[in-house]
Nanobody
Framework: QVQLVESGGGLVQPGGSLRLSCAASGSIFVINGMGWYRQGPGKQRELVATITRGSSTNYADSVKGRFTISRDNSKNTVYLQMNSLKPEDTAVYYC?????????????WGQGTQVTVSS
């Protein structure tokens, strides 16, 4: 079994910054793609950013230039640096990881961390 644990969410004023972390643990051989998704109030879950094992990145248009995704393969951890936050960034943020383990390859989700941008 694999667990993803997110941290770093909270309340921040517009224009502020937060850094989210997501650490994977358990029966892991290799973690391939990792990513961050979010679900705002009354909205469907949407992609925020993804990163390959080789650190190629992809961002939603709404966060390009403000958010940066990175990862530390030695720690099985993915990060999301969020700058210039806007009220519309308010959402529950979930990390996702494609894990190769003893049972084969499958995707896992974290439990989510709340980010609220408000004055």
């Amino acid at each position: 079994q694999v667990q993803l644990v997110e941290s770093g969410g909270g309340l921040v004023q517009p224009g502020g910054s937060l850094r989210l972390s997501c650490a994977a643990s358990g029966s892991i051989f290799v973690i391939n793609g990792m990513g961050w998704y979010r679900q705002g109030p009354g909205k469907q879950r949407e992609l925020v950013a993804t990163i390959t094992r080789g650190s190629s990145t992809n961002y939603a248009d709404s966060v390009k230039g403000r958010f940066t995704i990175s990862r530390d393969n030695s720690k099985n951890t993915v990060y999301l640096q969020m700058n210039s936050l806007k009220p519309e960034d308010t959402a529950v943020y979930y990390c996702n990881a494609e894990v190769l383990g003893p049972s084969g390859r499958r995707g896992y989700w974290g439990q989510g961390t709340q980010v609220t941008v408000s004055s």
